[in-house]
């Protein structure tokens, strides 16, 4: 006799574990399958996010950053450090010890939870049955009243440089280099490709990112991109945008990348490391049987409504396998979503409103609409800004550069977006999409005391600018 369940959840990333959880808390007997191994062969949960992504690239930021502040940095402090050096060996343990932490607790989680935990690949078949081939066993079919397909992305991998994971690597294979490479090349400039390039470069890699698109950042404020890009290129980041890369060639241990630049002229260059960071996909390589019913859409992910909805009753998709940013607190959210949902409850997302951020140094982030997408929506907007460059706190910490930009709807002053590039831009930035999710105003922001000093201020400021009010920087209000 086949088992049964409430829920079955393909896939435990941050979409899947967190459905299975909550799943479970609302008393839904609930199964998450995953296949995912770690480098020693062991089962894992937790994704890409936790295992190859998210987790283990911010340990290396944290940890890439904090030897620049040693080595460059805290001389203004009056702090002397003499000679300082790297243990590549030690910083790539401590990632892994750190993502061995956070997936073991996704295993104590379930546990705790009453989720059945089953190592293997899941294969969604008609009317909700689900095969599932296990690491180690026979092949089964499962029974489920409600399947939700949680199988994340993986990375785009390019005729023109193929990996072959020693001198040409994807993401993944960035996060395992056991030396510093002398001559770093990456291609893509988007949120993986900086935060990569950043940690090496840091370690005293020559990097270059060869970005295809003309403009940086596309995606962001523009005018939020142009100060990142001039803050990437001071700290020796050599970015390249217009340039297609068109071939590479392997000789021995490094790598000759051919690319054209703007002008359509074919240029050479030499690496001794290569990412290929161009984007992901979502990943349904054998989760569908041919008459499961659930179809995907012309760019490969899986067709749903708003409420994570496929077009088979009882089959649901979340996270980076479907429509929106392929972001882990997106996806974990839709979880939550389609687990209450099941329960007989009615929950929302708010899709305007989910932030987005680059762990660069400064940090990127932002929440709600750019300037660009405000304009031309033809609304009247005001735009406020604030420099960190006038917050005492941002002075004291040495961390002095960077902006905050707010823009309100300029009748009736609601917040339409906020872009921040500075000193823990994120947390920044989460103050504003609380505050957009209440419908708050610019001139709400404004009238809220700020501790002083705190970072928190320069969003205060900021909110006073869109209407002509900051009080520590000449008001650079515009009106759109």
Not at 36 to 46: E, F, Q, R
Not at 267 to 284: A, H, Q, S, W
Not at 396 to 413: C, L, P, R, Y
Request: charged share 25%; with cysteine; hydrophobic share 40%.
């Amino acid at each position: 006799m086949s088992k049964k369940f409430d829920v079955v959840v393909i896939g435990a990333g941050p979409a899947g574990y967190v459905a299975a959880i909550r799943a479970a808390q609302l008393g839904l007997k609930t199964a998450c399958i995953d296949k995912m191994v770690d480098k020693s062969g062991k089962p894992t949960l937790g994704g890409t996010c936790l295992n190859v992504g998210c987790i283990p690239s911010k340990a290396l930021l944290d940890s890439s950053w904090k030897y620049h502040e040693a080595k460059d940095a805290f001389d203004i402090h009056g702090i002397s450090t003499g000679d300082v050096s790297m243990n590549v060996d030690t910083m790539i343990g401590r990632k892994d010890q750190i993502v061995k932490n956070l997936t073991g607790g996704v295993g104590a989680l379930f546990k705790a939870n009453g989720v059945e935990s089953l190592k293997g690949k899941g294969k969604l078949l008609a009317n909700k049955q689900v095969e599932f081939t296990p690491l180690e066993g026979e092949v089964e079919t499962i029974d489920a009243e409600h399947v939700l397909l949680c199988t994340g992305s993986s990375p785009i991998n390019i005729p023109v440089a193929p990996i072959d994971n020693d001198v040409i690597v994807d993401s993944t294979g960035a996060l395992e280099f056991t030396e510093v490479p002398k001559r770093l090349g990456v291609i893509g400039a988007g949120v993986i490709g900086l935060e990569l390039g950043s940690v090496w470069a840091r370690l005293g890699s020559e990097v270059v990112c060869l970005e295809a698109q003309e403009n940086f950042l596309f995606m962001m404020d523009q005018q939020i991109a142009k100060e990142a890009k001039k803050t990437f290129t001071s700290q020796g980041i050599d970015i390249r945008l217009g340039a297609r890369v068109t071939g590479s060639k392997l000789n021995g241990k490094e790598v000759e990348v051919t690319y054209e630049n703007t002008k359509g002229e074919s240029e050479n260059i030499v690496f001794d490391k290569l990412i290929v960071c161009v984007g992901r996909r979502p990943y349904t390589d054998g989760l569908l049987s041919e008459d499961s019913g659930v179809q995907l859409d012309e760019r490969g992910f899986i067709y749903v409504n708003e409420h994570c909805e496929t077009g088979v009753p009882g089959v649901y998709a979340c996270g980076d396998v479907v429509r929106g940013p392929m972001l882990a607190h997106k996806g974990s959210e839709e979880g939550v979503m389609v687990a209450e949902r099941i329960a007989g409850q009615k929950p929302e997302i708010n899709y305007d409103i989910i932030p987005s951020v680059i762990y660069t140094h400064p940090e990127i982030a932002a929440v709600g609409q750019t300037e660009e997408q405000v304009k031309s929506s033809g609304i009247d907007y005001n735009v406020g800004l604030f420099p960190f460059a006038a917050s005492g706190r941002a002075m004291a910490a040495n961390e002095a550069k960077g902006t905050v930009k707010m823009i309100a709807d300029a009748k009736t002053d609601r917040i339409l977006g906020c872009h921040i590039i500075g000193p823990s831009a994120a947390d920044l930035t989460q103050q504003i999409a609380i505050a957009m999710e209440f419908g708050a105003t610019a001139e709400d922001i404004g009238m809220i005391v700020a501790s002083h000093p705190t970072l928190s201020e320069t969003i205060k400021e900021a909110a006073l600018a869109v209407n002509g009010h900051a009080i520590h920087v000449a008001n650079r209000k515009r009106r759109k």
